[in-house]
């Protein structure tokens, strides 16, 4: 049995489109508890591009379940979570340049720095998670610096555009579950999945966790736009 964990950052993205205070993701934090998600995850960029410190400090403060944050390995954030001490913090890779993150971290070609800073959000009583590419060099090395959680990088296998693709990621991630499985660590999945390329990871039970975003803020907008049209058609009609 697996659980869901909901990125908010998109709902973040729609209200800084606008510069005003809506949408705001700490109701639909709330919202998505409500809805069955076990974990709320947001991403403190270092450009605030759509998660800022009032959301993390909100989140903190009302989250029921298990607040992931995701950042950088970098000094400020380090603070930042240390003060702030979510349940879990998610390490990721971050430029400035890209959209999203575009890949798991490499801790391969440095180790000392990410240990350090596992170390210093461990001190806190805060759990780790790296996010990794399927590659179980990265997992073991990810687990010899201290690592409590390893999630895997799906969006190669999400962003596949041909069947023999799809299939030949999804059993790279199969190999790393188990390399992961097998040194204790615990797993989550995520990037990239939606209503349809999640179903293949039925036959990976070992993956305890997944940390989706962008796919339910889209079934979000199809499921409720005509609800919400409908509302403010009934409204103006009648003027
Ligand atoms: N996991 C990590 C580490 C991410 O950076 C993201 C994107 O913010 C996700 C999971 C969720 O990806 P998506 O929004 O494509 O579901």
Redesign the pocket.
């Known amino acids: 049995m697996a659980r869901l964990a909901v ?1 908010v ?2 709902v973040a993205t729609v209200r800084q489109a606008r510069g005003i205070s809506e949408p705001d993701p700490v109701l639909a934090a709330g919202i998505a508890e409500l809805a069955g998600a076990e974990g709320i ?1 947001c ?1 403190l960029r270092e450009d605030r591009r759509h998660i800022n410190d009032r959301d993390l400090s909100l989140l903190r403060q009302t989250v029921k379940t298990k607040l992931n944050m ?1 950042m950088a390995a970098v000094p400020e954030m380090i603070g930042i979570a240390r003060k702030v001490k979510p349940d879990l913090v ?1 390490l ?1 890779p971050e430029r400035r340049e890209e959209l ?2 575009e890949g798991g971290l490499d801790v391969k070609s440095n180790p000392d720095h990410y240990k350090k800073g596992i170390s210093q959000l461990k001190e806190k009583g805060i759990h780790v998670s790296l ?1 990794l590419d399927p590659d179980p060099v990265q997992i073991e090395i990810g687990h010899r610096i201290g690592a409590d959680i390893v ?1 895997i ?1 799906t ?1 190669h296998y ?1 962003e596949a555009k041909k069947e023999s693709e799809a299939q030949k990621e999804f059993d790279r991630i199969a190999k790393a579950v188990d390399t992961a499985f097998g040194l204790n660590l615990g797993i989550s999945a ?5 209503y349809v390329n999640v179903k293949r990871f039925q036959s990976l039970p070992k993956i305890e966790e997944y ?6 803020v889209v079934r979000a907008i199809y499921a409720g736009f005509e609800r919400a049209v409908r509302e403010m058609a009934d409204l103006v009609r009648d003027f």
């Open positions: 990125n950052d998109h995850i991403h995701e998610t990721v999203t993150t996010f999630e990088h969006g999400s995520g990037h990239g999945l939606n940390s989706i975003g962008h796919s339910i």
